[in-house]
Nanobody
Framework: QVQLVESGGGLVQPGGSLRLSCAASGMTFRMYNMGWYRQAPGNQRNLVARITSGGSTEYQDSVRGRFTISRDDAKNTMYLQMNNVKPEDTAAYYC?????????WGQGTQVTVSS
């Protein structure tokens, strides 16, 4: 079955950087459009960035210019490079296909931006 495992989260100071990883298994990863999503407490889960199977990218306005989504199809892995993070980036981050399939949600990785 499809399994998506997020890693790389943690506590980071405002202005700092983190790189999240999403390891995929049980799917032909290179064929899928993929996305990073985040959910802050009390809020709904929202798309942050997405990347097509061909490598085209799109970003939520609030992260454009600070976050970079990428993929390595040879490693079945997707990344989110987060630079110049802000307190409002604090959330649990999840990867999924785009559009997302409910059955594919993993445990996520927590990112906390605080001084």
């Amino acid at each position: 079955q499809v399994q998506l495992v997020e890693s790389g989260g943690g506590l980071v100071q405002p202005g700092g950087s983190l790189r999240l990883s999403c390891a995929a298994s049980g799917m032909t990863f290179r064929m899928y459009n993929m996305g990073w999503y985040r959910q802050a407490p009390g809020n709904q889960r929202n798309l942050v960035a997405r990347i097509t199977s061909g490598g085209s990218t799109e970003y939520q306005d609030s992260v454009r210019g600070r976050f970079t989504i990428s993929r390595d199809d040879a490693k079945n892995t997707m990344y989110l490079q987060m630079n110049n993070v802000k307190p409002e980036d604090t959330a649990a981050y999840y990867c999924n296909t785009f559009p997302a399939w409910n059955a594919y949600w993993g445990q996520g990785t927590q990112v906390t931006v605080s001084s």
